[in-house]
């Protein structure tokens, strides 16, 4: 499949067919990160719903700047401008969210590892990073969708997966993002008018180690607790010494204790 013809912006924009996300798609052939070229075009007035999308990201990071692959055949990397009425520390959870339900009906399985990654079958498939800029917050994606197993650096080749992989199948990167942005925009409009409330229910019960004992590293300490869920307000809930401690996303990194060998990432690695 033609990089440049599954990532048409005018195809994309037409498959979204909403008024507040996906009405306007820039793609890129390559460009540095997708959120700073669209941090950029924020801060030069562009629209809130703007999606800026690249065939190739050159530089591409993750959380506390680290690194992020993707091919420029097989990979989806993508940032949406938003500009939020309410504080949009739950954003990087609607958009996780709004890519499970798009993921549900393609393979299934997939589960999201607090605060920014989702997960199947024990190996990352996509990375969030959500950055302020000013008014505006700039919410990016990097999902794995026709890579082969080849096409991941050796230190990742045990730890990722991609679409084509679970399934066998090659699919239209441009109608999955489609689907994923027309999902972002129904949860958004809720957000916007209720909070996050309702949705930590389904975000609780797709979290990873849900009910498990579990090590979370914030704020330079590592504290061990059970993984209790997710609170109304978006916040982690961890039950530890005997009471329950509520932690945002911020600079946090969760993993099974006892060293689950199936953990290789800190948060937004690759």
């Excluded at 024990?122 to 505006?136: H, N, V, W």
């Excluded at 590293?217 to 059970?226: L, Y």
Aim: glycine residues 12%; aromatic residues 6%.
């Amino acid at each position: 499949m033609n990089a440049l013809t599954d990532l048409h912006p005018a195809a994309i924009a037409r498959l979204c067919g909403g008024e507040r996300i996906g009405h306007t798609v820039v793609c890129f052939e390559s460009v540095d990160p997708t959120n700073t070229a669209a941090a950029r075009m924020a801060e030069a007035g562009a629209r809130e719903g703007t999606v800026v999308v690249a065939v190739r990201q050159t530089a591409g990071r993750g959380r506390k700047g680290r690194s992020w692959f993707s091919s420029p055949s097989g990979s989806l990397v993508f940032s949406v401008i938003l500009r939020p009425a309410r504080s949009g520390e739950t954003l990087t959870a609607l958009l996780a969210l709004s890519a499970l339900k798009t993921l549900d009906g393609l393979c299934g399985g997939a589960s999201i590892k607090w605060p920014n990654d989702i997960w199947i079958g024990g190996r990352k498939i996509a990375g969030i990073l959500a950055e302020s800029k000013g008014e505006s917050v700039v919410l990016g994606m990097g999902i794995d969708v026709n890579d082969e197993e080849g096409s991941f650096p050796p230190d990742l080749r045990e730890t990722a997966v991609s679409l084509r992989m679970i399934t066998g199948r090659i699919f239209d990167r441009g109608e999955l993002l489609a689907g994923m942005l027309r999902n972002l925009e129904q949860a958004y409009e809720i957000w916007e008018r209720d909070g996050f409330g309702q949705m930590s229910f389904e975000m609780e019960r797709r979290l990873l180690w849900t009910g498990m004992p579990v090590l979370l590293d914030a704020e330079g300490k590592t504290v061990e607790g059970v993984l209790a869920g997710v609170s109304r307000d978006g916040y982690l809930r961890l039950e530890t010494d005997g009471a329950e401690r509520v932690y945002a996303s911020g600079d946090l990194s969760l993993r099974p204790a006892g060293g689950d060998h199936e953990v290789r990432w800190k948060d937004g690695d690759r």
